[in-house]
């Protein structure tokens, strides 16, 4: 086999491990918002609200996940480009999230001022006080466009970090700035007796160690034997645990989320733990098929899954009754219903997205 045959299976491995991720990712951010949505009404510490919250532990890594794949290809492009320019650089990422952000919008405010009517209610459906805080006017999880665009914007100069150091200092300096924004986080916590007010305008920068993890950790990832990824496994799963425990209010490992030491841990070891893993070159294995089905899609399926999750939810009602959706409800229960209801809405996102590609007037909104 020649080396340059070699050098492109390494390449398309590389790809499908992204592939994976940025799927398990996304599905991770429906199980997220299934649970947050089903059991809101949970007593804390009941079975429900376990099983709930054990669960949107476990996916809080789906976020900082895609912030690093976006950086790994993001900052490798820039920092390879001898033909730079800015003009059209700059283009095409707002461009890109122009669309999205005022139609999702539309369609988010469209859905709260329709629900409200159905629940006799006068309010307009979106919030100026959500706009200053997330940078959207209807749909609070669209929060992340706003995020998307910060990091746009300075990514230019992060490539030339990536650039002038190596990938290990790089990986270094990131994650102790990102250990850095945890212990602002926390401080910011404490004075509030709050979480922090979290404003577009600034919540981007605490995205920008993720950034550059993706890249340098990326790029070490190619270099580690893929035994090492039962220890990233466990790691991932030490950490899950332990922000669980701390909800339980068992032990304190200070605040819980995207920005925490203890998110940062479990979405680095995450995110090497599927790149360092080999089995996802398999072509021909169904993991790698659905991958690469679903991985393209990953982008609209975020934008779109609130809306499946919602038919679904209303679906489940009708056919299981609102037991299934009961605060009292059993582990079983609420562990099935949030996991079945993600797959569903899931492969609902999926479809909705290839739909919209083919449509010419919603292809760039998705």
Not at 79 to 105: C, M, Q, T
């Amino acid at each position: 086999m020649t080396s340059s045959t070699e050098g492109r299976k390494e390449g398309a491995a590389r790809l499908d491990n992204f592939d994976a991720l940025r799927t398990v990712a996304c599905w991770a951010v429906v199980i997220l918002h299934a649970a947050a949505i089903f059991y809101h009404d949970a007593a804390p510490k009941s079975f429900a609200w376990g099983t709930a919250e054990f669960l949107k532990c476990a996916a809080t890594m789906a976020v900082p996940c895609f912030v690093m794949a976006s950086g790994y290809f993001i900052l490798g492009k820039l920092a390879n480009d001898e033909n730079f320019s800015a003009k059209e650089y700059y283009r095409r990422r707002v461009s890109k999230l122009a669309a999205p952000l005022i139609f999702w919008n539309v369609m988010c405010f469209a859905k709260g001022w329709g629900l409200a009517r159905l629940a006799g209610r006068e309010d307009l459906g979106f919030s100026w006080t959500n706009f200053w805080e997330r940078g959207t006017l209807a749909g609070e999880y669209l929060w992340f466009l706003p995020m998307l665009l910060g990091l746009y914007l300075v990514a230019p100069l992060l490539a030339s970090a990536v650039k002038n150091f190596s990938s290990g200092a790089l990986a270094g300096i990131a994650f102790a700035w990102a250990a850095l924004n945890a212990g602002n986080w926390a401080l910011l916590g404490e004075i509030q007796e709050c979480e922090p007010t979290k404003t577009f305008l600034v919540v981007w920068q605490y995205y920008i160690p993720y950034f550059l993890l993706g890249k340098a950790l990326g790029d070490l990832a190619q270099e580690i034997p893929p035994k090492s990824r039962l220890a990233f496994a466990s790691i991932y799963i030490l950490a899950t645990c332990a922000a669980f425990a701390s909800k339980l209010e068992a032990i304190n490992v200070g605040p819980l989320g995207y920005y925490s030491f203890v998110g940062t841990v479990q979405s680095t070891a995450f995110y090497m733990w599927i790149l360092s893993s080999k089995k996802t070159n398999d072509v021909g294995s169904w993991q790698t098929k659905v991958a690469r089905w679903t991985a393209p899609a990953s982008f609209g399926v975020y934008l779109a899954h609130p809306f499946a999750l919602t038919v679904v939810k209303e679906v489940a009602r009708i056919v299981a009754g609102d037991a299934i959706f009961s605060p009292s409800a059993s582990i079983l229960v609420a562990a099935t219903t949030i996991l079945g209801a993600s797959v569903v809405a899931f492969f609902m996102s999926v479809a909705t997205v290839w739909v919209f590609r083919k449509i010419p007037g919603l292809r760039r909104v998705v």
